[in-house]
């Protein structure tokens, strides 16, 4: 039987809730109500054929609270006259609410309105398009308004968020918000105190003006002449990307690799340092403007992910060359080959041919599904004769 019941009238109204449109309601002032409801109820054939199951039917709905039935007369000659419902109303945000069980909800948003309206009346607009997340943030929301006052008055502080000075919030609080934070920011801050090419929550310090971690190169000097310090340890170093930039080396080749046993036993190589990779992120050395004149080297995997990282690196410096990253090494090991979590597929366009051709066969599965000969399985024998025909 397809005749709408209470339960799908209660549904009907839960959707409205779930969409957000009765909070937003709230927010704005702007009643969508009354609101005429989907119902569906029995033909008059089935009026006659099941009489008592509709007769039940219209019990039902005619007790049903916070709903307005509307009847209709339906004249049969068994029968006689009987009220049919014909349509089903809500006429207020008070009855929709309670229907569903939100009036608790609801009052809990209002005081969320208010407080915003008197203290950042800007973010009303973004109460009304998310109602239901600031819900879930209304614990937080009074925390929160504070932040955003901070900004308002401490645009681009250049300080860490450790530094920030809010009673009763701390760093890891704006840490864990940061993404609402963005959202409410973006909407109340001067777009010229914002930077635009700052985005996502990893970014959200430089974005809005705060310190953040430096980010820090690992390497060794691989030729002892070179030392940046007195003894003959192995020497390995971590600087903050502006102090590698500002290195005066006399090195002329670059070694990265993304492995670090493999970055800590590469051997020593004249007027040459290594580098300990970092997957995807080589930004931090876009200032080190003396890689420039260097040779640079990148090991990674033989995989997908290993020449995604290797084409991404020839956006920072165009001259690097593979190391280690060719089919005849990948032949070598065949018996160590590995397979790869997730590949990545998308055209790699700073590949040269070589690369390229190797590449396209492991992305389209031609040598073995999710071909992979990580860095490490290569027998280091292998490893110092490739250097030996390098730096020749």
Known sequence: MSWTRPADL????????DRGELLASLVTGESPFPKRLVLKGPTSTEMADRFDEARAWIGELRVMPHCRVEMRDFKHRVFGANAVPQEAWIDTVEDAL????????????????NVTRKRQPQ????????????????????????????????????VYLRQVDIPGVHSKFIEAHRGVLIELLDIVMSPEVIDSSATGVSQFAKRYGFRDKPARIRFRVLDPEHALLPGDLIQDITLDAESFARLDSKISRVFITENEINFLAFPQVK??????????????????????RCRIHYWGDIDTHGFAILDQLRCQFDHVESLMMGRNTLLEFETLWGEEDKQTLRDLPRLNPEEMALYNDLRDNRIRKNLRLEQERIGFGWVESALALTVI
Request: charged share 25%; proline share 2%; aromatic share 10%.
């Open 10 to 17: 209660r549904a009907q109204v839960q959707k409205l809730w």
């Open 98 to 113: 309670a229907l569903i069980g939100k009036v608790r909800d609801a009052t809990r948003l209002t005081a969320l309105t």
């Open 123 to 158: 973010l009303l607009g973004w109460l009304a398009k998310r109602p239901l997340r600031a819900l879930e943030l209304a614990d937080e929301w009074g925390r929160l308004l504070e932040i955003v006052v901070w900004l308002q008055v401490h645009p681009r502080s250049d």
């Open 271 to 292: 007027d040459s340092l290594v580098i300990f990779g970092a997957g995807y992120g080589f930004e931090m050395l876009r200032k080190a403007e003396w890689l420039s």
